[in-house]
């Protein structure tokens, strides 16, 4: 959590583990990875994974996740 608190210390860093039962997170998540997939591809409405992408990239609240 230290290398997170220098990178965004202008933003609060909060724990993103509510939104992975999120409708469209994960076509969200993996957009970059699963370039030419589409959000149904996944399951997903288009709108959602749109929507979750706002959150994800919400700099006001950057989602945190451990593994």
Known sequence: MVM????YS???V???HPLL???GF???YLA???EG???EAFGSDPGDADAMLDRLHDRSAWPMFTV
């Open 37 to 39: 997939f589409t959000p």
């Open 26 to 28: 994960w076509p969200a």
């Open 10 to 12: 202008s933003s609060p």
């Open 4 to 7: 997170a608190r220098h990178w």
């Open 14 to 16: 909060v724990d993103g």
């Open 21 to 23: 039962d999120e409708p």
């Open 32 to 34: 970059d990875l699963a």
